[in-house]
């Protein structure tokens, strides 16, 4: 355990948050909440909180573990940038792509390739996911947005906050819903029974959770499956699908939440069988994608507005699902 004591010499009152990542910097600004959040920082001996306006003489006393080694290793790749300025970027990421380094991904991520393509992002957030302002799962495709400054990313996740930028996902459902539009409020926290998962919370009072809204519309019936739209009100980790399972209908494709069903029966008999195979039983992810993405500049305050188009293996599944299953 590391221990270090500091004293505030200066006459205006900063919040001690902001004066230990200034007058020790070899540490970030939230590595410094953290350890306010466990008591770990002390002020003339008492606990305090970040926002704490300090006094000329205030003796500061901090205690930690040494951090383990982040630093991430700038790697080129391939990416598929829709939009760039000073401020931003808009990825439309691939499906099979880790958004930032975790376990099992350390080098191999869309971080990875951002810091090869611009240096501007390594200082901006958090250490690990640099610039990230929103996430997707590692087998979701579609479109991102990166920050390339604190005030974007400040400005982007406020956006978020306030439900001002709208991520609309589109997925292909198993089942043949009932509805033509539905709303999906139930709150999302860590499964009781598999930490694995996320699932809908029943017992808030036993269980955290956080509440989540997905809205879903269905865009086109097929005899088994169906196209929906899905729009965010919400960003919990793996909402669309963990909602999607529970009314049901998971997406396709999404082994974790029950998208792997016995095939049906086509009406082309067993060539029909077959083409669905080739094109499923390999696919490797759940069919769902980001496809559209809009929200105001974070400088100029200009709407703007992406789309992305549903990648090869994608298309290719619902265009066979169109001829084999297709309805009014």
């Known amino acids: 355990m590391e221990k ?29 909440q953290k350890l306010f959040g466990s008591g770990n920082v002390l002020v003339n001996g008492n606990v305090c909180r970040p ?22 290793t700038a790697v080129p790749m391939p990416l598929d940038i829709i939009y760039e300025d000073g401020s931003l970027m808009v990825i439309n990421k691939p499906a099979g792509l880790v958004v930032h380094p975790a376990a099992g991904h350390r080098n191999d ?17 958090e250490a690990e996911r ?12 579609g479109l991102l947005c990166v920050a390339k400054t604190e005030a974007a990313l400040h400005s982007l996740s406020g956006q978020i906050a306030r439900r001002e930028m709208h991520r609309r996902y589109t997925a292909v459902l198993i089942g043949d819903p009932a509805f033509e539009r539905a709303t999906v409020d139930a709150p999302i926290g860590r499964s009781p ?30 005899r088994l499956f169906a196209l ?45 069988e077959k083409e669905f ?18 929200f105001r500049h ?13 990648p090869e293996e994608f298309r290719a599944v619902v265009d066979f699902l169109r001829k084999e299953f297709l309805r009014g």
């Open 4 to 32: 270090k004591l500091l004293v505030y010499s200066e006459k205006n009152g900063m919040r001690a948050d902001l004066f230990l990542a200034k007058a020790a910097p070899e540490h970030s600004r939230s590595f410094y």
């Open 51 to 72: 926002g704490r306006k300090l006094e000329e003489g205030d003796r500061i006393e901090i205690s930690f573990e040494a951090p383990a080694d982040t630093s991430l």
């Open 109 to 125: 991520t869309l971080v990875n390739g951002l810091l090869a393509h611009s240096e501007d992002i390594a200082e901006v957030g």
């Open 130 to 141: 640099p610039g990230i302002v929103h996430r997707l799962d590692k087998d979701t495709s």
């Open 193 to 222: 029974s598999d930490r694995q998962k996320q699932a809908v919370i029943k017992d808030t009072e036993k269980y955290s959770s956080r509440p989540a809204v997905t809205h879903i519309r269905i865009l086109e019936r097929y």
């Open 228 to 272: 929906a739209e899905c729009v965010l009100d919400t960003g919990r980790t793996h909402q669309i699908r963990v909602h999607a399972s529970f009314i049901g209908h998971p997406v396709l494709g999404d082994a974790l939440y029950g998208g792997i069903r016995k095939k049906p029966v086509f009406p082309s008999g067993k060539a029909g």
């Open 277 to 294: 195979a080739a094109l499923t039983d390999g696919l490797g992810r759940q069919l769902l994608h980001a496809s559209g993405l809009s």
């Open 298 to 310: 974070p400088v100029t305050g200009e709407p703007l507005s992406f789309e992305a188009p549903l």
